[in-house]
């Protein structure tokens, strides 16, 4: 079984082109121009208008939180800041937690995402042992939800009108990601 503190090691994973790191302090000023700007609000669906304070609290406490594992996607030759992901609500005895992403409006339509995304899968099927990943992706995000599906994620369900955003209600699709069956054994 996994332990609830599962997430506690805060590892760096290294890709081709990123490397995703701890969420650290120096990541705050960057983290918060993401998120203030309206396109990754929209992308998210976030409401909440982070200040700068906010931001670095969260990020200076990102190291101690044993419950999730909060990495900056980091270029890896120059070290600039091309978003941040999450795996959190991690369920032990069902082998199961939830994963988010946003890149920053520079950092998409290159491939880092899907990068990111196959690096996080691979840490918290492998090292984790987690079975399932899941995450929610909004109706107005199509481009998004190919990502995620070429990176293994299946639509499991819809969530009817469950966002509210820009005066309409959205649709929110759950996705989720199997550890890949290895040829023998059970899984």
Same mark, same amino acid.
């Given at each position: 079984?996994?332990?609830a503190?599962?997430?506690?090691?805060?590892?760096?994973?290294?890709?081709?082109?990123?490397?995703?790191?701890?969420?650290?302090?120096?990541?705050?000023?960057?983290?918060?121009?993401?998120?203030?700007?309206?396109?990754?609000?929209?992308?998210?669906?976030?409401?909440?208008?982070?200040?700068?304070e906010?931001?670095?609290?969260?990020?200076?406490?990102?190291a101690?939180?044993? @419950?999730?594992?909060?990495? !900056?996607?980091?270029?890896r #030759?120059t070290? &600039? /800041?091309l978003? %941040?992901?999450?795996?959190?609500?991690?369920?032990?005895?069902?082998?199961?937690?939830?994963?988010?992403?946003?890149?920053?409006?520079?950092?998409?339509?290159?491939?880092?995402?899907?990068?990111?995304?196959?690096?996080?899968?691979?840490?918290?099927?492998?090292?984790?042992?987690?079975?399932?990943?899941?995450?929610?992706?909004? @109706?107005?995000?199509?481009? !998004?939800?190919?990502?995620? #599906?070429?990176? &293994? /994620?299946?639509? %499991?369900?819809?969530?009817r009108?469950?966002?509210?955003?820009?005066?309409?209600?959205?649709?929110?699709?759950?996705?989720?990601?199997?550890?890949?069956?290895?040829?023998?054994?059970?899984?």
């Amino acid at each position: 079984m996994i332990d609830a503190t599962a997430l506690s090691e805060k590892p760096v994973l290294t890709g081709a082109r990123i490397r995703l790191a701890p969420l650290s302090s120096r990541h705050a000023a960057a983290f918060h121009t993401a998120a203030v700007d309206p396109e990754t609000r929209r992308l998210t669906g976030t409401h909440h208008d982070f200040t700068l304070e906010e931001m670095q609290a969260w990020c200076a406490g990102s190291a101690d939180r044993a @419950d999730r594992l909060d990495l !900056a996607i980091e270029d890896r #030759e120059t070290g &600039g /800041f091309l978003g %941040e992901l999450a795996l959190s609500g991690i369920d032990p005895p069902n082998a199961h937690g939830s994963f988010r992403i946003a890149l920053t409006p520079d950092a998409t339509g290159r491939g880092i995402g899907s990068e990111a995304i196959r690096l996080l899968l691979d840490y918290a099927f492998d090292r984790v042992g987690l079975h399932r990943v899941q995450l929610e992706v909004f @109706d107005y995000n199509p481009r !998004a939800r190919r990502t995620y #599906e070429k990176c &293994g /994620f299946e639509v %499991e369900g819809r969530m009817r009108e469950a966002l509210f955003w820009d005066g309409a209600w959205h649709d929110v699709f759950v996705m989720a990601a199997l550890r890949p069956r290895r040829s023998g054994g059970t899984g």
